[in-house]
């Protein structure tokens, strides 16, 4: 008798892997889903759902390229398994902007404005968790922009005009500048 892989993916007694009906509200699009149950949520999004916006950086949490928002909070989609988020609200760069006129979300616009990117490989997640940290409160100084907004790494080193462009939209005069 062979020894079954505990590695793995379970299968149902019929042999068939284990698929679980999932919804998920993805920038206004109601997706039906059989998911396995160990699909990350960011892989989910760049690979089955071609929402390739929301980019795999350290696939640790640790540098928030991944940064999406669930129900207006952010979160690291390469720590999170799909099927958790079944019936969940989720917005990813792709929906930031306005789904009528195509206008750009402020923040987006402020990052333009600002030139808060480089390469660009980590505007996405910087935008989410911009658009995040509004809806949880808008801030009242750049030195909470700051450490509001460290869990989003720029290799590029644009955290300056980075801040500049959420300031702009939080309404922070120059007057807020606090010495460096």
Known sequence: MALEDPLAPPASPAGALQQIPTTLHINGITHELLLAP???LLDLLREQ???????????HGQCGACTVLVGGRRIKSCLCLAVSYDGADITTVEGLADRGT???HPLQQAFIDHDAFQCGYCTPGQLCSAVGLMNEHPPASRQEIRERMSGNLCRCGAYAQIVEAIAEVAGLTERDQEPS
């Open 38 to 40: 160990w699909v990350i």
């Open 102 to 104: 195509g206008a750009l």
């Open 49 to 59: 759902l071609q929402l390739t916006g929301t980019k795999k950086g350290c696939d």
